[in-house]
């Protein structure tokens, strides 16, 4: 609707410069007005909803009360421009450029090697900037904290910490340096032969060549900018967009009048609320005031009663003000204000943090707030204002349950918030659960304040408020006043249980599930209260007098562990790798740490991805309507409404399909049925984006369900769904072995997992005005499928369709085959309207549309001797494949292929088979199965110790390979680094010394538990067909010596480009600085393989080094005419002489093969050895754990780039961390997608990473079968997660054999909190009430 009145002038500036915004659109976040507007790409989308950092700046703003500049870290994707009047903004841009000047964090993060995939980068470049600029000498916590709330699916995250440590105050670098161990203490060449520790370097960059910091060189707070901040606007300025009108009143008197206008309008301050809200549940409000500029909203005061913050301070400033308040006043007045301030650090990150104001806090109400439980037991009182006066309501139960009649009137507004001191004899405290440390919205949450009677342990008022166990924060009122005047002991804490369960009462199906953990947590959090209170109390001269003579209850030392938190510390860790031969060339960068070729282009935002290629002539914008039942007929598709909105184009169904339809049972666009929810039906295309997307919600279709709707494993056995016939492989004599043996019969579950690249899938399709070529930039692992796709879908020859990788944003295999599926459709659309298609998947679309890693049910029954050996094992897995066969069928076979692991057993049976289901597609993961079955494999051999009383790694070792030996499929293999890998582990990691000191450990603590574990490996690398094992590349050497290189590898982040231009130099003894790599593309390198099965530098690595070659030995002769020639000088000669300076390599590949009806073939060209221990400590009360410390030694042989491969051990450990601990996909019982972001999909965040966490290449390690003797390590790293599981599962059972439970159990994987708190069964899991599962409908059906 257009506005009579005229939008004022929105001012701004961004690095440096002016941005007027004449008609500014209150809809707009600062990430899409960076992105298309000022075309600055460097800030990434990822999540849009402030959970993954990504799109981190930094905003400067004049502060009114202190007057000073603030400097802050926000999630650009939740700010909206017209919030940012008068401020500044930094972007990575404006940090720093390769064609100017690297900024000292640009150039640290990318030298540190961290940097991957680069679409975190610029988000942690900007947190660590920011940070920088309020403190130029951090401290260690500062670091963590700053990047807590920014997540990298690569890394491990070990590196960025890394390069933010060398600016820290305490930093410390490499541990062997001066020690004569460090590789940069005697020159990276100095070392001498192989094999000898001299030869091992523990540094991976060389910190000396950093640039210092130089603080005054960062861009000042603009003068035009000050000035307006010094004599501010009083005027309400008004910003009306399309659908939005924007207020912004100068002063609290307009503030008050507008809210009586407007009594409707939402006040927005960090918009991390509404910003959510609207994105996900479609919140929508057509008028928002901005109390931006009113500083009384920011105002601070103290009495010597308590302390009133406004509500305008955001909770980063709370932070600050209470830590200062905590500083200055006597600990019993600040009760409350330390319980606040332990919230403050785990609360969301740092953005989110400088964003949230206390106010939006408070009146958000959410159920998790962290906030509000504490506020309203430290007896919080709200400073409410209108047009009409002042008053002051408490923050208590009934506002939190949004009673009208202790809730703000609509033309009320929450000016400050009064917390009052604590007083003597009270003691507050907070606690909360989430599946991570950090950045995780809590399962519950709870604020617990009792004041005793002075001197003595006598209840005289108790508070206890909980959040995430209802609709709202829950005051536990009735318990709280049945408990007055009791007396603080055992008997009360019995009580008090039981009065809790009864009143924080969770029906079985209740909003968010997990419904006995969070009972479990009401009264284990109370507990730990109890215990800290009593500890208090216990200090000497504390109670003046106990009545009746009773003393105190002691509490033993061992149970006082209950009460610590777990800190978050900055890793530490030693990467060692075997230095080069000192007589290798200084030139050739072969096995040196070479960082990645786009490391600088990621930090500085330079890097281009597919959505960062500038909008082109007439381009339109692609949005999915997807299905939302998990099984029906199709009635009608209505888009009559949707055509009818401003913007819309067209609507692409299947019939607008000129070829075929993707394959008959996995069709491209749904027709006539749907086989799950988020099944593509059509394809709304508008003008833009926002257009299409509303016009998705308009698109109406009708649905006749269908039976059968199949979701779980369970239920497709019941049916005899599946999507191919069983594999199966056999060797020895299972049943006869079992006859003779003690056996057991267990089940095992493994969930399924999230690719989570950060870059959600996009493509862009180029229609060109000639024979039907198209142009398609896609973010994919094998772009010659997506071609092959697109020609069939239109109809069209392949040699008209071009796609272009420049590079991806993350794969790890969930870029293999959805990319084409999503590059038909846009050329499809592309085809019917003629125009340019850009698809952009949402992070919820994304996760709900394209499957992920298989989740897995095994059933083993395993036959052993006393002694551990095991004699026989017959496995039997079900794969949930989801609706359509995609890799299932290959998943399937390499998890039999693989099962075996490291272990050597006689009589031998595993079978795999993969469900048919009603959800979205399963599909390739890093790995591809061997992480869900080997979990499988080693679960049973933990089951195996536990039963014959011996450790585990005992029993590892007694059954693992020792000599060479053939697999289970019989190929042969000399296990020889296998048992080198396993041997170097136990002795670095000292594990036995540290077995003695866990036991040790965990005699001394009840609630805490150490657990350890060492896993070994054997992973087979590279596709079970021969055809699979070929690769092709292009080398042209231009007149002036420059060299460009095209090979058919994609750019995933692991590094591919770097690592061939490392081979390219070597084979032409050129330096890399000569070479190019500009994409990857189907009209230079045809007929690729997906870049995926970890043998992707292997392949492409020979036929670079083919090529190359080739054109050395046409250059040859002239080399040899002319030996003291230059380079250029030789190129100028061959082409003076006509000699061909373009050659195309080849690599046949490997031969591989597998002969299923026999049960034996060659299915893979060679092993990856590795071996992984883990210690971990868990809270038993809570089911949190932290990890310790991690070892990994893994067999590089000759690594063709230390750093890299360190890089890719650490990130594929640390996503294999995720799969088995915290990454935990949730579905309606109706098979919709529940986790669908970072808010409720857990990824490991930054203090997710070991405390210590040390990697190992083997020394002296080759195979001939390879380019330079080196491997691909882009996958086997995933499984080694598996020892941080196992710990977890080692602590647990030290935990249930200390409360006398039967030992046979099994975690399921992921191990969450939950899962691990209902195994460290005690009296509190006891006492919940336990519903019977036909009683309700649960939240969430489990899935494997
Ligand atoms: C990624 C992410 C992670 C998070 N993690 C956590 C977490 O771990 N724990 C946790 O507790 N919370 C968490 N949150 C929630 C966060 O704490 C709240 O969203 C935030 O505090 C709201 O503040 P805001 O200023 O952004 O509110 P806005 O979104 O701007 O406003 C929210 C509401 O408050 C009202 N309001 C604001 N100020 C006033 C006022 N002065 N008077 C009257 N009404 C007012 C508005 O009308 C609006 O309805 C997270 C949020 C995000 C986005
Ligand atoms: S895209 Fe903004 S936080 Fe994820
Ligand atoms: S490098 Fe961090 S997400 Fe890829």
Same mark, same amino acid.
């Given at each position: 609707?257009?506005?009579?009145?005229r939008?004022?002038?929105?001012?701004?500036?961004?690095?440096g410069?002016k941005?007027?915004?004449?008609n500014?659109?209150?809809?707009?976040t600062?990430?899409?007005?960076?992105?298309?507007?000022?075309?600055?790409?460097?800030?990434?989308?990822?999540?849009?909803?402030?959970?993954?950092?990504?799109?981190?700046v930094?905003?400067?703003?004049?502060?009114?009360?202190?007057?000073?500049?603030?400097h802050?870290?926000?999630?650009?994707?939740l700010?909206?421009i017209?919030?940012?009047?008068?401020?500044?903004?930094?972007?990575?841009?404006?940090?720093?450029?390769?064609?100017?000047?690297l900024h000292p964090?640009?150039?640290?993060?990318?030298?540190?090697?961290g940097?991957?995939?680069?679409?975190c980068?610029?988000?942690?470049?900007?947190?660590?900037?920011?940070?920088?600029?309020?403190?130029?000498?951090?401290?260690e916590?500062?670091?963590?904290?700053a990047?807590?709330g920014?997540?990298c699916?690569?890394?491990?995250?070990?590196?960025?910490?890394e390069?933010?440590?060398?600016?820290?105050?305490?930093?410390?670098?490499?541990?062997q340096?001066?020690?004569?161990?460090?590789?940069?203490?005697?020159?990276?060449?100095?070392?001498?032969?192989l094999?000898?520790?001299?030869?091992?370097?523990t540094e991976?960059?060389a910190?000396?060549?950093?640039?210092?910091?130089d603080?005054?060189?960062?861009?000042?707070?603009?003068?035009?900018l000050?000035?307006?901040a010094?004599?501010?606007?009083?005027?309400?300025?008004?910003?009306?967009?399309?659908?939005?009108?924007?207020?912004?009143?100068?002063?609290?008197?307009?503030?008050?009048?507008l809210?009586?206008k407007?009594?409707d309008?939402p006040?927005?301050?960090?918009?991390?609320?509404?910003?959510?809200?609207?994105?996900?549940?479609?919140h929508?409000?057509?008028?928002?005031l901005s109390?931006?500029r009113?500083s009384?909203?920011?105002?601070?005061?103290?009495?010597?009663e308590?302390l009133?913050?406004?509500?305008?301070?955001?909770?980063?400033?709370?932070?600050?003000?209470?830590?200062?308040?905590?500083?200055?006043?006597?600990e019993e007045?600040?009760q409350?204000?330390?319980?606040?301030?332990?919230?403050?650090k785990r609360?969301?990150?740092?953005?989110?943090?400088?964003?949230?104001?206390?106010?939006?806090?408070?009146?958000?109400?959410?159920?998790?707030?962290?906030?509000?439980?504490v506020l309203a037991?430290g007896?919080t009182?709200?400073?409410l204002?209108?047009?009409?006066?002042?008053?002051?309501?408490?923050?208590?139960?009934?506002?939190l349950?949004?009673l009208a009649?202790?809730?703000?009137?609509p033309?009320?507004?929450?000016?400050?918030?009064?917390?009052p001191?604590?007083?003597?004899?009270?003691f507050v405290?907070?606690?909360?659960?989430?599946?991570?440390?950090?950045?995780?919205?809590a399962?519950?949450?709870?604020?617990?304040r009792?004041?005793?009677q002075?001197?003595?342990?006598?209840?005289?008022?108790?508070?206890l408020?909980?959040g995430?166990?209802g609709?709202?924060?829950?005051?536990?009122?009735?318990?709280?006043q049945?408990?007055?005047?009791?007396?603080?002991?055992e008997?009360?804490?019995?009580e008090?249980?039981?009065?809790?369960l009864?009143?924080?009462?969770?029906?079985?199906?209740?909003?968010?599930?997990?419904?006995?953990?969070?009972?479990?947590?009401v009264?284990?959090?109370f507990?730990?209260f109890?215990?800290e209170?009593?500890?208090?109390?216990k200090?000497?001269?504390?109670?003046?007098s106990?009545?009746?003579?009773?003393?105190?209850?002691?509490?033993?030392?061992?149970f006082?562990?209950a009460?610590?938190?777990?800190?978050?510390?900055?890793?530490?860790?030693?990467?060692?790798?075997?230095?080069?031969?000192?007589?290798?060339?200084?030139?050739?960068?072969?096995?040196?740490?070479?960082?990645?070729?786009?490391?600088?282009?990621?930090?500085?935002?330079?890097?281009i991805?597919?959505?960062?290629?500038?909008?082109?002539?007439?381009?339109?914008?692609?949005a999915?309507?997807?299905?939302?039942?998990?099984?029906a007929?199709?009635?009608s598709?209505?888009?009559?409404?949707?055509?009818?909105?401003?913007?819309?184009?067209? #609507?692409?169904?299947?019939?607008?399909?000129p070829?075929?339809?993707?394959?008959?049972?996995?069709?491209?666009l749904?027709?006539?049925?749907?086989?799950?929810?988020?099944?593509?039906v059509?394809?709304?295309?508008?003008?833009?984006?926002?257009?299409?997307?509303?016009?998705?919600?308009?698109?109406?279709?009708?649905?006749?369900?269908?039976?059968?709707?199949?979701?779980?494993?369970?239920?497709?056995?019941?049916?005899?769904?599946?999507?191919?016939?069983?594999?199966?492989l056999?060797?020895?004599?299972?049943e006869?072995a079992?006859?003779e043996?003690?056996?057991?019969v267990?089940?095992?579950?493994?969930g399924?997992?999230?690719?989570?690249?950060?870059?959600?899938?996009r493509?862009?399709?180029?229609?060109?005005?000639?024979?039907?070529?198209l142009?398609?930039?896609?973010s994919?692992?094998?772009?010659?499928?997506?071609?092959?796709?697109v020609?069939?879908?239109?109809?069209i020859?392949i040699?008209?369709?071009?796609?272009?990788?420049?590079?991806?944003?993350?794969?790890?295999?969930?870029?293999?085959?959805?990319p084409?599926?999503l590059?038909?459709?846009?050329?499809?659309?592309?085809?019917?309207?003629?125009?340019?298609?850009?698809?952009?998947?949402d992070?919820?679309d994304d996760?709900?549309?394209?499957?992920?890693?298989?989740?897995?049910f095994?059933?083993?029954?395993?036959?052993?001797?006393?002694?551990?050996?095991?004699?026989?094992?017959?496995?039997?897995c079900?794969?949930?494949?989801?609706?359509t066969?995609?890799?299932?069928?290959?998943?399937?076979?390499?998890?039999?292929?693989?099962?075996?692991?490291?272990?050597?057993?006689?009589n031998l049976?595993?079978?795999g088979?993969?469900c048919?289901?009603?959800?979205?597609?399963?599909?390739?993961f890093?790995?591809f199965?061997?992480?869900?079955?080997t979990?499988?494999?080693?679960?049973?051999?933990?089951a195996?110790?536990?039963?014959?009383g011996?450790?585990?790694?005992?029993?590892?070792?007694?059954n693992?390979y020792?000599?060479?030996?053939?697999?289970?499929?019989?190929?042969?293999?000399?296990?020889?680094?296998?048992?080198?890998?396993?041997?170097?582990?136990?002795?670095?990691?000292?594990f036995?010394?540290?077995?003695?000191q866990?036991a040790?450990?965990?005699k001394?603590?009840?609630?805490?538990?150490?657990g350890?574990?060492?896993?070994?490996?054997?992973?087979?690398?590279?596709?079970?067909?021969?055809?699979?094992?070929?690769?092709?590349?292009?080398?042209?050497?231009?007149?002036?010596?420059?060299?460009?290189?095209t090979?058919?590898?994609?750019?995933l982040?692991q590094?591919?480009?770097?690592?061939m231009?490392?081979?390219?130099?070597?084979?032409l003894?050129v330096?890399?600085s000569?070479m190019?790599?500009?994409?990857?593309?189907?009209?230079?390198?045809p007929?690729?393989?997906?870049?995926?099965?970890?043998?992707?530098?292997? #392949?492409n690595?020979?036929?670079v080094?083919?090529a190359?070659?080739?054109?050395?030995?046409?250059?040859e002769?002239?080399i040899?005419k002319?030996?003291?020639?230059?380079?250029?000088?030789?190129?100028?000669?061959?082409?003076?002489?006509?000699?061909?300076?373009?050659?195309?390599?080849?690599?046949?590949?490997?031969?591989?093969?597998?002969?299923?009806e026999?049960?034996e073939?060659?299915?893979?060209?060679?092993?990856?050895?590795?071996?992984?221990s883990?210690e971990?400590?868990?809270?038993?009360?809570t089911?949190?754990?932290?990890?310790?410390?991690?070892?990994?030694?893994?067999?590089?042989c000759c690594?063709?780039?230390?750093?890299i491969?360190?890089?890719?051990?650490?990130?594929?450990?640390?996503?294999?961390?995720?799969?088995?601990?915290?990454?935990e996909?949730?579905y309606?019982?109706?098979?919709v997608?529940?986790?669908?972001?970072?808010?409720?999909?857990?990824?490991?965040?930054?203090?997710?990473?070991?405390?210590?966490?040390?990697?190992?290449?083997l020394p002296?390690?080759?195979?001939?079968?390879?380019?330079?003797?080196?491997?691909?390590?882009?996958?086997s790293?995933?499984?080694?997660?598996?020892?941080?599981f196992f710990?977890?599962?080692?602590a647990?059972?030290?935990?249930?054999r200390?409360?006398?439970i039967?030992?046979?159990?099994?975690?399921?994987?992921?191990a969450?909190?939950e899962?691990v708190?209902?195994?460290?069964?005690?009296r509190?899991?006891?006492?919940?009430?336990?519903?019977?599962?036909k009683?309700?409908?649960p939240?969430?059906?489990?899935?494997?």
């Amino acid at each position: 609707m257009p506005h009579l009145s005229r939008s004022d002038e929105l001012v701004f500036f961004v690095n440096g410069r002016k941005v007027l915004e004449r008609n500014a659109d209150p809809e707009v976040t600062l990430l899409t007005f960076l992105r298309k507007n000022l075309r600055l790409t460097g800030t990434k989308y990822v999540c849009g909803r402030g959970g993954c950092g990504a799109c981190t700046v930094m905003v400067s703003k004049h502060d009114p009360v202190s007057r000073k500049i603030r400097h802050f870290s926000v999630t650009a994707c939740l700010v909206p421009i017209c919030s940012l009047y008068g401020a500044a903004v930094t972007t990575v841009e404006g940090v720093g450029s390769i064609k100017t000047r690297l900024h000292p964090v640009q150039e640290r993060i990318a030298k540190s090697h961290g940097t991957q995939c680069g679409f975190c980068t610029p988000g942690m470049v900007m947190s660590m900037y920011t940070l920088l600029r309020n403190h130029p000498q951090p401290s260690e916590e500062q670091l963590m904290e700053a990047l807590g709330g920014n997540l990298c699916r690569c890394t491990g995250y070990r590196p960025i910490l890394e390069s933010g440590r060398t600016f820290c105050a305490e930093s410390s670098g490499c541990q062997q340096k001066g020690r004569g161990k460090c590789c940069l203490d005697q020159g990276e060449n100095a070392a001498s032969s192989l094999g000898r520790e001299s030869d091992i370097c523990t540094e991976l960059f060389a910190k000396d060549e950093f640039q210092p910091l130089d603080p005054t060189q960062e861009l000042i707070f603009p003068p035009e900018l000050l000035r307006m901040a010094e004599n501010p606007e009083k005027r309400t300025l008004t910003f009306h967009g399309e659908r939005v009108t924007w207020i912004s009143p100068g002063t609290l008197k307009d503030l008050l009048e507008l809210k009586v206008k407007h009594p409707d309008a939402p006040l927005i301050l960090g918009n991390t609320s509404l910003g959510p809200a609207k994105k996900s549940q479609g919140h929508f409000h057509p008028v928002l005031l901005s109390p931006a500029r009113i500083s009384e909203l920011s105002m601070v005061s103290t009495t010597s009663e308590g302390l009133t913050i406004g509500a305008g301070c955001s909770l980063a400033q709370v932070k600050d003000i209470l830590a200062g308040r905590v500083s200055e006043l006597p600990e019993e007045k600040t009760q409350t204000y330390r319980a606040l301030l332990k919230h403050l650090k785990r609360l969301a990150g740092q953005q989110i943090r400088n964003m949230a104001s206390l106010g939006g806090h408070i009146m958000s109400r959410h159920c998790y707030s962290d906030l509000n439980p504490v506020l309203a037991v430290g007896n919080t009182a709200l400073n409410l204002m209108s047009k009409e006066g002042t008053r002051q309501i408490p923050l208590d139960r009934d506002f939190l349950a949004g009673l009208a009649s202790a809730d703000l009137k609509p033309e009320e507004i929450l000016e400050s918030v009064y917390i009052p001191h604590s007083q003597r004899w009270e003691f507050v405290s907070a606690f909360r659960q989430a599946q991570c440390q950090q950045n995780a919205l809590a399962d519950v949450t709870a604020g617990m304040r009792v004041l005793f009677q002075e001197g003595t342990d006598t209840i005289e008022d108790l508070s206890l408020a909980y959040g995430g166990v209802g609709d709202a924060t829950i005051s536990a009122q009735k318990s709280c006043q049945q408990l007055l005047g009791r007396r603080w002991n055992e008997p009360m804490l019995d009580e008090a249980c039981r009065l809790l369960l009864d009143e924080v009462s969770l029906p079985g199906g209740a909003p968010g599930g997990s419904v006995e953990f969070k009972r479990t947590l009401v009264v284990s959090f109370f507990f730990k209260f109890y215990l800290e209170v009593l500890q208090e109390l216990k200090k000497p001269g504390k109670l003046l007098s106990v009545p009746d003579g009773h003393h105190f209850p002691e509490i033993s030392d061992r149970f006082l562990s209950a009460l610590e938190d777990f800190p978050a510390t900055v890793p530490q860790g030693v990467q060692r790798y075997q230095s080069v031969d000192s007589h290798q060339a200084l030139q050739d960068p072969v096995g040196r740490p070479i960082m990645h070729l786009s490391g600088l282009k990621h930090a500085t935002g330079e890097a281009i991805f597919c959505d960062d290629i500038p909008t082109v002539d007439k381009e339109l914008f692609m949005a999915l309507v997807t299905s939302t039942r998990a099984h029906a007929k199709i009635i009608s598709v209505d888009l009559s409404k949707a055509l009818e909105l401003p913007g819309v184009v067209d #609507v692409i169904t299947a019939e607008d399909i000129p070829g075929t339809n993707g394959a008959e049972d996995d069709k491209l666009l749904a027709v006539d049925k749907v086989l799950c929810v988020g099944q593509i039906v059509c394809a709304v295309v508008a003008e833009t984006e926002a257009q299409a997307k509303r016009a998705v919600e308009e698109t109406k279709i009708a649905y006749e369900d269908l039976e059968p709707i199949i979701f779980t494993i369970e239920d497709a056995i019941k049916h005899s769904s599946f999507l191919c016939p069983e594999k199966k492989l056999e060797q020895g004599n299972v049943e006869k072995a079992f006859e003779e043996v003690d056996q057991i019969v267990e089940e095992v579950h493994v969930g399924g997992q999230e690719h989570f690249y950060m870059e959600t899938q996009r493509v862009l399709v180029i229609p060109k005005t000639e024979d039907k070529e198209l142009d398609i930039y896609v973010s994919t692992q094998d772009p010659a499928h997506v071609q092959k796709t697109v020609s069939s879908t239109l109809n069209i020859p392949i040699n008209r369709i071009t796609c272009h990788v420049k590079r991806v944003g993350g794969g790890f295999g969930g870029k293999v085959g959805r990319p084409a599926v999503l590059g038909a459709i846009a050329a499809v659309g592309a085809n019917k309207t003629g125009y340019p298609i850009r698809l952009v998947l949402d992070r919820e679309d994304d996760m709900l549309i394209t499957g992920g890693r298989h989740p897995l049910f095994g059933k083993y029954n395993v036959g052993f001797m006393n002694s551990g050996r095991i004699r026989a094992l017959d496995i039997e897995c079900f794969i949930n494949g989801g609706c359509t066969l995609d890799d299932s069928e290959l998943v399937t076979e390499f998890l039999i292929l693989k099962m075996e692991n490291a272990y050597k057993i006689r009589n031998l049976r595993f079978r795999g088979r993969a469900c048919m289901t009603n959800l979205p597609s399963n599909t390739a993961f890093r790995g591809f199965g061997f992480p869900q079955g080997t979990l499988v494999t080693e679960s049973c051999i933990t089951a195996v110790a536990a039963k014959c009383g011996l450790l585990p790694e005992k029993v590892r070792e007694k059954n693992m390979y020792k000599t060479v030996d053939k697999t289970i499929y019989k190929q042969a293999f000399n296990p020889e680094p296998l048992i080198r890998c396993w041997n170097e582990c136990l002795d670095k990691s000292s594990f036995h010394s540290r077995r003695m000191q866990v036991a040790e450990f965990n005699k001394k603590n009840y609630w805490r538990k150490r657990g350890l574990a060492v896993v070994p490996m054997k992973f087979s690398v590279g596709f079970a067909a021969t055809s699979f094992h070929q690769a092709a590349a292009l080398v042209h050497i231009y007149t002036d010596g420059s060299v460009l290189v095209t090979h058919g590898g994609n750019e995933l982040g692991q590094g591919i480009h770097t690592k061939m231009l490392q081979v390219a130099s070597r084979e032409l003894k050129v330096p890399m600085s000569h070479m190019h790599i500009c994409e990857t593309s189907t009209a230079t390198v045809p007929n690729t393989i997906a870049t995926a099965a970890s043998i992707g530098s292997d #392949v492409n690595g020979r036929a670079v080094q083919n090529a190359c070659q080739i054109l050395l030995k046409r250059l040859e002769p002239i080399i040899k005419k002319n030996p003291e020639g230059t380079w250029e000088d030789w190129i100028e000669a061959a082409f003076e002489q006509r000699i061909n300076l373009s050659a195309t390599g080849y690599f046949r590949g490997y031969e591989a093969f597998m002969d299923w009806e026999k049960g034996e073939g060659d299915p893979f060209p060679y092993y990856v050895y590795g071996a992984a221990s883990s210690e971990v400590e868990v809270d038993c009360l809570t089911g949190a754990h932290k990890k310790i410390r991690t070892d990994i030694v893994m067999d590089a042989c000759c690594s063709l780039n230390p750093a890299i491969d360190i890089g890719q051990i650490e990130g594929s450990f640390t996503q294999g961390m995720g799969l088995y601990t915290t990454e935990e996909l949730k579905y309606s019982p109706e098979g919709v997608l529940y986790s669908r972001g970072p808010d409720d999909y857990k990824i490991p965040t930054i203090t997710d990473v070991p405390e210590e966490f040390n990697v190992s290449l083997l020394p002296s390690s080759q195979t001939p079968l390879t380019i330079y003797s080196s491997k691909g390590l882009g996958e086997s790293g995933m499984f080694l997660g598996s020892s941080v599981f196992f710990a977890i599962a080692d602590a647990v059972a030290t935990a249930r054999r200390e409360r006398d439970i039967a030992e046979d159990f099994t975690v399921r994987s992921p191990a969450t909190p939950e899962r691990v708190r209902m195994a460290c069964a005690d009296r509190f899991t006891e006492m919940i009430p336990r519903d019977d599962p036909k009683t309700f409908k649960p939240w969430s059906i489990p899935i494997a």
